[in-house]
């Protein structure tokens, strides 16, 4: 192991080369020398979805962030620093492997899993050399499935997420993963480690802290304002640590956000400099170098590079990236930076686009070329590629040049093939160069905003309208999955589950890649259509890449069929790692409770409450329902109804404590305050399914009158049934 010590004294070789450092200025005729910081700690902050024109330190001026200010003087800043991706996923995986997404094989967030036994990572790299290595992310987009997880010894990732829910949006605030991210650090303060920290502000939601959202509104700026506060606590943990000032510390993004400056209000569909241009600025040991500024272009693949460069270690073969520092050198070769969205296609039906650039150039290959130049009009509004030929056709000539890769999923076995054919995997690339006949996605930004149009109908409780909106659009655009996905969520909330099975089957079929997310969530559709064999089947086609949900799945419908023994031992297989989910303890709390053990059951609610306490998750679906049905199933119904109570607090539209309360209330005579429950209940979750629960509650006790005016209200879309019951005395 190299003693941290030793860090100190190994900077001697590269002292005069940085202590120089100008406000610009490019890089020594070589760059620092080998052994330069050995043991070094290693920290990588990734701020999600941070356009580097947005920051102060970049020149921007509408929002204050004091600490990365801070920071930018202690570092280089890179002034022209690109990700290969505007995707979550393979961007990361680029920082934390030195290569492309052809080249590591990580092509989308959905779909695509990073072989580390296949690639170099720098978690591997360096905890060969004796580091410590823990991450701590923020999205579940960055779940330890992908495969990352394995790089690290500590890798805290639990995002909390709803049963059935597709599930490739949630998040958590950066502030809690900061609260692990420390709690890990202050036990390695010793040592050398590698941290990797990930925050999801400032990407939509746009949820600031209360401070910033004073000041900034619900905005992009705030949201970078939040970022700032969470990295800058971030840092003043590691200076009271006493590593700050011995670190290595890489600040970064992902990708950047459209804010519509070609139509494209996030991310992921195009490949213009707002999307892809991203900060990026590292500090040294002892700040060596600190404020200095490079020009030369970049890219997120150098970072491996740099980091294995500054402490002295080989870089490993098959690396693509450079030492950021060797790449701003004098003399150091011009070089063409590589980009692509394959989101187009994989997701939309739409082609793919891919990008390369210079120091002045910026080509996009696809249906119809672009090419602009980024001195000029940085902000990318006069299309040259035909005033310009010789140059688009040199930089088309240098993007053949970089690999294609593989651009859909390498089944490794057998049994990887049958668990993509039960999530509908069909093949994959129609045309490499550019999309073939597939549509430009720079002439369907319109569709990408109907798409978004039917989202905000949803989010505002317009259910008909949005599912009436995007029926439209997936009638036009049928290859559009995203748009599948959405419509089979607005139907099955409706009640309208054969619906939401075929558009889901269309959301799967239509995708060259495997959603297992979405299997999920059609099981659970299956499963309440009484299509056990089909739940079953999506479940295990989803296990490897689901192993909780997938298991919490197979248990359900295991009830279903009345197989207790099974359903407790898929419930246990969900429940059996080291660190199981809270959700999973609960699967298992269910089986024992509807098999009649009532105390075990209650036992395992206890247990998942100590596991949701020890993760510092302040709410867990179910648990306070469980909790309720347990101590209800012992005659305490005093406490039951606390319980419900509380679980209706958290997750107002989980149905179950709703109900739970209408039959406790019925039990003790409570007609009236049956029936406000239920007109609670459907406030909260206002959909023609609330409706039918609200009618079978009430079949169920009898109310026979009140049940049929419920399921006029479902077939009505929701009219009021107050006066229904009002008469009543």
């Known amino acids: 192991m190299i003693g941290p010590s030793r860090a100190l004294r190994a900077v001697a070789p590269v002292l005069a080369l940085l202590a120089c450092a100008a406000c610009r200025r490019t890089l020594p005729e070589k760059e620092p020398g080998a052994a330069t910081f050995p043991g070094a700690p290693v920290v990588l902050v990734s701020i999600d979805t941070l356009r580097s024109d947005r920051l102060p330190a970049y020149g921007y001026t509408k929002v204050k962030t004091p600490h990365l200010d801070r920071f930018a003087a202690d570092a280089w800043l890179f002034e022209k620093a690109w990700a290969p991706t505007p995707m979550t996923l393979p961007s990361h995986t680029s920082m934390l492997t030195g290569m492309l997404p052809p080249e590591h094989g990580v092509r989308n967030n959905s779909g695509f899993v990073f072989r580390g036994d296949l690639h170099p990572s720098l978690p591997r790299l360096l905890k060969e050399q004796g580091y410590a290595t823990g991450a701590a992310v923020s999205t579940y987009v960055l779940r330890r499935e992908t495969g990352l997880g394995a790089l690290f010894d500590f890798y805290e990732d639990s995002v909390p997420t709803t049963p059935g829910v597709a599930t490739v949006r949630y998040q958590r605030p950066g502030e809690k993963t900061l609260a692990f991210a420390k709690e890990w650090l202050s036990g390695r303060a010793g040592g050398p480690f590698f941290l990797f920290f990930h925050i999801f502000e400032p990407h939509l939601p746009y949820e600031p802290a209360a401070p910033f959202l004073a000041e900034y509104g619900a905005t992009y700026e705030a949201e970078i304002a939040t970022a700032d506060a969470i990295v800058g606590d971030l840092f003043e943990h590691l200076r009271a640590l006493g590593v700050y000032e011995k670190a290595i510390v890489v600040v970064t993004s992902d990708h950047g956000e459209g804010l519509g400056d070609h139509g494209e209000e996030q991310h992921s569909l195009l490949l213009y400099r707002e999307a892809i241009q991203v900060p990026l600025l590292v500090k040294l040991p002892g700040s060596r170098g600190g404020g200095s500024r490079v020009a030369a272009p970049v890219q997120l693949s150098d970072i491996l590079p740099t980091v294995t460069s500054a402490l002295g270690l080989p870089t490993p073969a098959g690396v693509s990236g450079r030492s950021l520092f060797a790449a701003g050198a004098k003399g150091a070769a011009a070089r063409t930076i590589y980009g692509e969205t394959l989101y187009p296609r994989l997701q939309l039906g739409w082609a793919d686009l891919r990008s390369a650039l210079d120091d002045r150039w910026h080509y996009i290959h696809g249906p119809r070329p672009e090419l602009y130049d980024l001195v000029a009009d940085p902000g990318e509004k006069n299309d040259l590629v035909t005033a310009e030929r010789p140059t688009a056709a040199r930089l088309a000539r240098e993007l053949l040049r970089f690999p294609q890769g593989n651009e859909k999923p390498a089944p490794e076995d057998e049994e990887t093939l049958k668990k993509l054919a039960a999530l509908g995997y069909i093949g994959g690339l129609r045309d490499r160069s550019g999309g073939g006949d597939l549509p430009n996605p720079v002439d369907h930004i319109a569709d990408l905003r109907r798409m978004e149009e039917g989202w905000r109908l949803a989010g505002i409780g317009q259910t008909a309208r949005a599912i009436e909106h995007l029926g439209a659009m997936v009638a036009r655009n049928p290859g559009m999955s995203e748009a599948w996905i959405k419509l089979a969520e607005l139907q099955a909330d409706a009640g309208r589950d054969d619906e939401a099975a075929a558009a889901y089957r269309q959301a799967l079929d239509r995708s060259p890649v495997p959603l297992p997310d979405i299997a999920i969530a059609l099981g659970v559709v299956e499963l309440r259509r009484k299509r056990f064999d089909e739940a079953e089947k999506l479940a295990r086609g989803a296990l490897s890449d689901h192993p909780t949900k997938g298991h919490i799945l197979l248990s359900r419908v295991a009830l279903a069929r009345n197989d207790f023994a099974a359903a407790e031992r898929e419930a246990r297989e969900a429940a059996g790692g080291r660190d199981p989910e809270p959700s999973s303890i609960l699967a298992l709390a269910e089986v024992k409770l509807k098999a009649g053990r009532t105390a075990e059951g209650l036992a395992d609610v206890e247990r998942a409450a100590a596991r949701a306490k020890e993760l510092r998750l302040p709410q867990v679906w179910n648990l306070e329902f469980l909790r309720g049905d347990a101590l ?59 409706a039918l629960l609200a009618a079978s509650t009430l079949d169920s006790l009898g109310e026979k009158g009140k049940a049929a005016a419920w399921r006029r209200r479902a077939e009505e879309g929701g009219a009021p049934v107050a006066r229904a019951t009002a008469a009543r005395p």
């Open 632 to 690: 209800a199933r012992m005659n305490r119904f005093d406490d039951a109804e606390a319980a419900f109570r509380a679980e209706i607090a958290a997750f107002a539209g989980n149905s179950q404590p709703w109900v739970s309360l209408a039959v406790l209330r019925f039990m003790r005579g409570d007609r009236p305050g049956v029936d406000r429950l239920l007109e609670e209940m459907y406030r909260a979750a206002p959909s023609a399914r609330t």
